[in-house]
């Protein structure tokens, strides 16, 4: 493996891009940032929220954008920003997660966004559906979010179309923020997001197979392209357009407007395999994801986080090196017990699919123990 010179991005992950010198895409996007047009990027921003205003008479519900929401840091900042800084009338969106899997911080802070005066359109598709998909995705590909992702990004269009609502407003642009998937574009443009890696085209033919029959997946499925090109539904990424648009300031705002962080146990930084306790609110499964992709790729959340923080300057790589080899890849046991409880699977049948994950090309077995044989340097 190599690493980023400036971050702690490694060269692992699935089409990354780095340069002659060896540092990473994302950190070449922010060594730009300052001779970006943010002036030109806002006035661009007050035209689209200007044409879905514009969209009013013609519509069959009373809103000019839809915000996709979680609850999170970055919900509360978009819908605050439509609201309050380009004067739209925003529907949030929300697509919740089964009660075994959402946390209570995470539903108290979706409550908070809504009391900060915004209407929302609450989805909840079936559990035992939303179980099968997710154990199958974990047994199949090692990443049981394969599963929620298509319902998380289809529902927005979804209701976009159903009620005529011309825009919606997603947060950042991954690829400009993480790099990898360039597929979805670099600009402010989300109206590829269907194409992404993530997604693909929003097959959900895998699902199929498994028990899950097609009337079961309505809300799994993305809209189809010619309905979006049809009903003129617009998607845009606000990070796009907005300089300071990242986790620091977004949390910031977040919680100056309510937002509460994670707390007690939750909060333990060596079992939630993070270095924020402001991230990932809603939800504890996640933590077993980023776990997993560690074993593939040999980076984990952590290090995602801090490469982040290293190149908004808010800490030195060093210190980021030392943080992540603490951090990286951690779960605690108790969150992989009520995840196996969950999906209907002893921990014993966990280790088998998450230890097959282990890419021999970076961990090797010494002493009953798995050990990266390079770490981040
Ligand atoms: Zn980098």
């Known amino acids: ?29 922010s060594e730009n940032v300052g001779e970006i047009d943010w002036q030109a990027r806002r006035q661009e921003l007050e035209k689209i929220a200007r044409w879905a205003k514009s969209n009013r008479n013609r519509q069959r519900s009373c809103y000019d954008v839809i915000i996709p929401v979680s609850g999170g840091k970055d919900s509360h900042r978009q819908s605050l920003y439509a609201r309050e800084e380009l004067g739209l009338r925003p529907l949030l969106v929300t697509l919740a997660y089964p009660p075994e899997q959402q946390t209570k911080l995470g539903a108290d802070n979706l409550a908070n966004l809504i ?17 099968r998909m997710v154990k199958f995705a974990f047994m199949e590909y090692g990443n049981w979010c394969v599963a929620t992702e298509l319902a998380l990004h289809s529902a927005a269009p979804k209701v976009g179309i159903l009620y005529d609502i011309p825009l919606i407003i997603y947060g950042e642009n991954y690829a400009l923020t993480w790099g990898g998937d360039s597929s ?19 097959d ?3 699902f199929l197979q498994r028990e899950c029959s097609d009337d079961l997946l309505y809300w799994h499925r993305y809209p189809a392209d010619d309905l979006i090109k049809r009903s003129e539904l617009r998607m845009i990424f606000l990070g796009y357009y907005l300089r300071d648009f990242n986790d620091l300031t977004n949390g910031k705002l977040a919680i100056q407007r309510g937002l509460q962080q994670r707390t007690g146990e939750d909060a333990i930084l060596e079992d939630i395999g993070q270095t924020r306790t402001d991230d990932a609110l809603d939800d504890d499964f996640v933590i077993i994801n980023q776990m997993v992709k560690y074993f593939k790729f040999g980076f984990g959340k952590a290090s995602e986080q801090l490469s982040l923080m290293v190149r908004l300057g808010a800490i030195s790589r060093d210190k980021a090196l030392v943080l992540s080899r603490r951090l990286d890849g951690k779960c605690a046991p108790r969150y992989i017990k009520r995840f196996c409880n969950y999906i209907g699977i002893t921990e014993e049948e966990f280790w088998v699919v998450a230890d097959s994950y282990r890419n021999p090309e970076i961990w090797e077995r010494c002493d009953d123990q798995w050990i990266l044989k390079e770490q981040p340097r």
């Open 184 to 202: 979805i574009g670099l600009d402010g443009d989300a109206n590829r997001m269907k194409y992404s890696h993530t997604l693909k085209g929003g």
């Open 115 to 131: 009391g900060l005066g915004f209407d929302c359109f609450y989805i909840s598709p079936a559990p035992e559906v939303w179980r």
């Open 1 to 29: 493996m190599r690493w980023c010179k400036k971050c702690l991005e490694p060269d692992t992950r699935p089409d990354c891009i780095f340069d002659d010198e060896g540092v990473c895409f994302p950190c070449k996007v």
């Open 204 to 206: 959900v033919e895998p």
